[in-house]
C-alpha cells in the first residue's frame, strides 16, 4: 500500500538522520512526500500533545496523536516497528489509525482543495440546507463528534468504513441527495422552487449494492434535524428483527420483542429529549402491558395509563423504565408522532428490505419443528413498517444484510414510492478521484490469481458506499 511505503521510507528516513547526528533535525524536518500526506488529512491536525510510542513487542504499525503541524511525533517515526529491520516488515504491516475528532487544521493547504476544473473540492458549511444544484459534487467536512452530536443513534457501516479509511469524515453532497432534500423541504414549504417534479411524502430508495443509500440518508437526517424537524431514525432495521427475547403478546396476534423495544426508545430520546418534553400527549386510552424481558407478565395489573398532560418525554420514560410496557408504548409512540402538527415529523428507516421477510425468531410447533417468525408478525415492525398514510416516510434498502431480492410491490408500500438511487456520474465519479489522490488513497492493495489471469486489486473499494 502506498501509505505503508511512505511510513517505511519515512522511518527508513529518519534513521538513517539519526545514525549521521542529525537525530534532533529529522524529529522535525520529515520527508516531503510524508509531510504531505499527513497534512491531507484532518485526524493528523490533533491537539498539541505529541504522540504515543508504538510498542515494540508488536509487529503491527500504529499511527497515534499528531503534533499540531500534522506531522508524526518522533517516537512513532523512529519506532522499530517502522524500521526497516523491525519485526513486522513486509507486506504483513497493518497500520492502525485514529478517527478525525478535531475542527480543521491551522496548517490546512489549498494547493489540495483543488477539484476538477479547478473548483475548490470542499464547502465549508455546518448545514446541508445551503447548498442548490449548481454546487452540487463538493465535499463537506464535519468532525467525527459533530456526526455523533446529530447521528446519536448510529451511523451507517459503508460510512464509517470510508472515515476510516480516508481518515477524513468528509462526505460527497450528489445531486441525487438534493433531489431527495427538496422532495421533503418542498412537502413543508410548497412555495419553494426545486428541480423536483413529482412530491412524494413515502421513499423507499432502491439501487445497486453500495451506490450510496444509506449515507444519503444519513444525510438526510443530518438536515432535517439541523432545519428543527423530529426524525425518527433507525440507522439498523434488521435490528428490530434478530437477537433478544421474543413473546408471543397475549392480547394479539403479533410476537413483542422487549429488548429492541427499549432500545429503540433510549435512541430517539438521545437527540429529541428537549423537543419531545415540549410535546403533549394526545391519546389517554390504556396501554397494554406485555411481559418484560426475563421477567414473565407483571402482576395485578395489564395496562398502563399515563395521565393528564404528560408529555411524549414522559411516554418514552414509561416504556424505558418498565420492561413490560416497552413494546406498547413504541406502538403507541408512533400515532402519537403521527398526530404532532407543530413540527414536521420525518421517519427515516435503513435496512428497511429487512422488514419484509423472515425474522431470526422461530415458534415452537412441535417437539421437533420449529416455524420461522416473519417479521410482519413483530409488532414493532408491524407499527412502523406501513407506508399507506400521510406522513412524511423513507426507508433505504440495504443489500448488504443478505435479505435477498424482493418483488417490486411490495405490501404497505405505495406503488409509486420506489425511486432507483443511481451510482456515480461521471462528474461525481472526477470529484471522488480528486479526492482519493489528495487523500493518497490510490494504491495496489493486493493481487491474485483468478481464473488463470492475475488482476490488481485497487485501493478504490471505498468509492461507493
Same mark, same amino acid.
Given at each position: ?5 511512505? %511510513?517505511?521510507? !519515512? ?14 533535525? $529529522? ?33 503491527? !504499525? ?20 517502522? $524500521?526497516?529491520?523491525? =519485526?513486522?516488515?513486509? #507486506?504483513? +504491516? ?21 477539484? &476538477?476544473? /479547478? ?9 446541508? =440546507? ?14 467525527? #463528534? ?7 443513534? /448510529?451511523? &451507517?457501516?459503508?460510512?464509517? *468504513? ?26 413543508? #414549504? &410548497? ?21 450510496? *443509500? ?24 434488521? #435490528? ?24 429503540? %426508545? ?121 407506508? +399507506? ?8 434498502? $440495504? ?67
Amino acid at each position: 500500500m502506498l501509505l505503508r511505503s511512505l %511510513l517505511r521510507r !519515512g522511518a527508513a528516513a529518519a534513521a538513517a538522520a539519526s545514525s549521521g547526528g542529525a537525530r534532533a533535525a $529529522s524529529c522535525h524536518d520529515p520527508p516531503s512526500a510524508l509531510a504531505s500526506l499527513l497534512l491531507a488529512s484532518r485526524s493528523y491536525a490533533k491537539a498539541k500533545g505529541g504522540g504515543k510510542p508504538a510498542a515494540s513487542t508488536s509487529n503491527r !504499525g500504529k499511527v497515534r496523536a499528531k503534533d499540531q503541524r500534522g506531522v508524526a511525533s518522533a517516537d512513532d517515526a523512529a519506532g522499530d516497528d517502522f $524500521s526497516a529491520g523491525g =519485526g513486522g516488515g513486509g #507486506d504483513d +504491516l497493518d497500520a492502525e489509525f485514529e478517527l478525525p475528532t478535531d475542527p480543521l487544521p491551522p496548517t490546512y493547504d489549498p494547493a489540495l482543495d483543488v477539484g &476538477p476544473g /479547478g473548483r475548490p473540492l470542499f464547502a465549508f458549511t455546518d448545514t446541508f =440546507g445551503s447548498f442548490a444544484h449548481r454546487d452540487a459534487n463538493v465535499y463537506v467536512d464535519f468532525t467525527l #463528534d459533530e456526526w455523533n452530536a446529530i447521528l446519536p443513534e /448510529g451511523l &451507517p457501516a459503508g460510512m464509517m *468504513k470510508e472515515f476510516q479509511e480516508t481518515r477524513r469524515c468528509a462526505v460527497m453532497v450528489r445531486k441525487s441527495f438534493l433531489d431527495l432534500r427538496d422532495n421533503y423541504r418542498r412537502i413543508v #414549504d &410548497p412555495t419553494i422552487t426545486t428541480q423536483c417534479k413529482d412530491i412524494k411524502r413515502q421513499i423507499v430508495l432502491d439501487g445497486p449494492r453500495s451506490c450510496g *443509500k444509506s449515507i444519503a440518508l444519513a444525510m438526510l437526517v443530518h438536515w432535517a434535524r439541523t432545519e428543527g424537524w423530529l426524525v425518527f431514525y433507525v440507522p439498523q432495521g434488521k #435490528d428490530w428483527t434478530h437477537g433478544g427475547f421474543f413473546y408471543r403478546n397475549t392480547y394479539s396476534d403479533f410476537f413483542d420483542t422487549p429488548v429492541q423495544a427499549a432500545k429503540i %426508545l433510549q435512541d430517539f430520546l438521545k437527540y429529541n429529549e428537549t423537543r419531545l418534553q415540549q410535546l403533549q400527549c394526545q391519546i389517554f386510552e390504556p396501554i397494554p402491558l406485555g411481559e418484560g424481558a426475563g421477567v414473565g407478565m407483571m402482576k395485578g395489573a395489564d395496562t398502563v395509563e399515563m395521565p393528564e398532560g404528560s408529555s411524549l418525554y414522559d411516554l418514552i420514560q414509561t416504556g424505558i423504565t418498565h420492561s413490560h410496557a416497552s413494546v406498547g408504548v413504541l406502538v403507541r409512540l408512533r400515532k402519537e408522532l403521527a398526530l404532532v402538527k407543530d413540527v414536521p415529523v420525518l421517519f427515516a428507516i435503513d435496512q428497511y428490505n429487512s422488514w419484509f421477510t423472515f425474522s431470526d425468531f422461530q415458534e415452537p410447533v412441535t417437539v421437533r419443528s420449529c416455524r420461522p417468525i416473519h417479521a410482519k408478525e413483530l409488532n414493532t415492525v408491524n407499527a412502523y413498517r406501513s407506508m +399507506l398514510h400521510d406522513d412524511m416516510m423513507i426507508g433505504a434498502f $440495504s443489500h448488504s444484510t443478505a435479505v435477498g431480492k424482493l418483488r417490486q410491490e411490495l405490501p404497505d408500500v405505495p406503488s409509486d414510492a420506489r425511486v432507483m438511487f443511481p451510482r456515480y456520474t461521471v462528474e461525481e465519479a472526477e470529484t471522488v478521484c480528486h479526492y482519493y489522490m489528495s487523500k493518497r488513497s490510490f494504491g495496489v492493495r493486493a493481487s491474485q490469481k483468478r481464473n488463470g489471469k492475475r488482476s490488481i486489486i485497487y485501493q478504490m473499494e471505498m468509492a461507493q458506499r
